[in-house]
Nanobody
């Protein structure tokens, strides 16, 4: 069992920055692929960013490229999402996802992840 906890959300103005943190526990000694997704009201959950177990492979959805950065702490299942130049359309609940079982599938695919956090709200006002 893996326990996933996100933190760092909040209310900010357009153009501001936030850093989200995701901590996954329950698999000591294992480094796991992880990803960030978000869900705005009335919309489906969508892919934001993903990082491989060693940090060598990173992917972003087009709308956040150049503004968001995903990175992980060495030797830990702690992943960060640095969000700069926030826009009102970034408003959503942000979820961290952890992949334990594999292989197969693309990091952008919501179905490849096995454990999810409870989400953290990010609200960007104009």
């Amino acid at each position: 069992q893996v326990h996933v906890v996100e933190s760092g959300g909040g209310l900010v103005q357009a153009g501001d920055s936030l850093r989200l943190t995701c901590e996954a526990s329950g698999r000591p000694g294992s480094r796991l692929p992880m990803g960030w997704f978000r869900q705005a009201p009335g919309k489906e959950r969508e892919f934001v960013a993903a990082i491989s177990w060693n940090g060598d492979n990173i992917d972003y959805t087009d709308s956040v490229k150049g503004r968001f950065t995903i990175y992980r702490e060495d030797a830990k299942n702690t992943v960060y999402l640095q969000m700069n130049s926030l826009k009102t359309e970034d408003t959503a609940v942000y979820y961290c996802a952890v992949r334990v079982y594999g292989p197969g599938g693309r990091p952008r695919d919501i179905n490849v992840y096995d454990y999810w956090g409870q989400g953290t709200q990010v609200t960007v006002s104009s």
